[in-house]
């Protein structure tokens, strides 16, 4: 089993929808959790960085956590057409303060088209 | 603006031919990592610098290594390239204190 677990998609969604993306994992000491941005042939770009069970909003972007269940998400308002990218879970294994390695989810491949 | 640099975008080498892939950063950050990241996979992580201070990962091949001559720059060595090493490696950096990691553009390799 990984430890994290991504749908890869693809998902196509029209311009407005809300996005729903979503990752479980098996680990219950991971504490801290990320959601990286990554258009096609660049690098991943940090969007979201959430501690604890619950909420965290910016902008038109929501990253969700529920502890009990071993269950992040990440919601996207309003989507737009610049929004199409693949998105990545991650989770640092040595914790939020401490730098080290991060292990992914495979990535969610989402299209929002016009 | 403070960024993390990766030459060349592109590369391609032959089989067998040893390649080197650069990467710099003006964040000042203490961490540097070498990831590689193949076709609709998650990143892999190869290893990592603690300023000076190497760490490898376990499952690492040995035909990768890497040299980190200063703070701002770090270096990926892949010795004798199989078409299996074919992929998009990335780096990125973070303070020590901070899981927080900031990637590069990226460098796709191709091997013929």
């Known amino acids: 089993q990984k430890e994290v677990e991504q749908d890869p998609g693809p998902l196509s969604v029209p311009e407005g929808a809300i996005v729903s993306l979503n990752c479980t994992y098996s680990?219950?000491?991971?504490?801290?959790f990320m959601w990286y941005r990554q258009y096609s042939r660049k690098g991943p770009e940090l969007l979201m960085y959430?501690?604890?069970?619950g909420n965290k909003e910016d902008g038109r972007f929501t990253a969700q956590v529920d502890k009990s269940s071993k269950y992040i998400s990440l919601f996207i308002r309003d989507s737009q057409p610049s929004d199409s990218a693949t998105y990545l879970c991650?989770?640092?294994?040595?914790?939020?303060?401490?730098?080290?390695?991060?292990?992914f989810g495979q990535g969610t491949i989402l299209t929002v088209h016009p | 603006d403070a960024m993390v640099i990766q030459n060349p975008r592109y590369q391609v080498t032959q089989f067998g031919k040893p390649v080197t892939l650069s990467c710099s950063q003006t964040?000042?950050?203490?961490?540097m990592y070498w990831y590689q990241q193949k076709s609709s996979q998650a990143p892999k992580l190869l290893f990592h610098?603690?300023?000076?201070?190497?760490?490898n990962e376990a499952d690492t091949p040995d035909n990768f290594q890497s040299r980190r001559p200063n703070t701002s720059f770090c270096f990926l060595d892949i010795r004798s390239p199989g078409l299996g090493d074919a992929a998009m490696y990335l780096c990125?950096?973070?303070?020590?204190?901070?899981?927080?990691?900031?990637f590069g553009p990226g460098t796709r390799l191709t091997v013929t």
């Open positions: 990125a950096t973070s303070r020590a204190t901070s899981s927080e990691q900031y």
């Open positions: 680990n219950s000491a991971f504490q801290y």
């Open positions: 959430t501690y604890s069970s």
């Open positions: 991650a989770t640092p294994n040595a914790g939020g303060t401490s730098y080290g390695k991060l292990t």
């Open positions: 964040l000042n950050h203490n961490v």
């Open positions: 610098y603690y300023d000076k201070d190497f760490n």
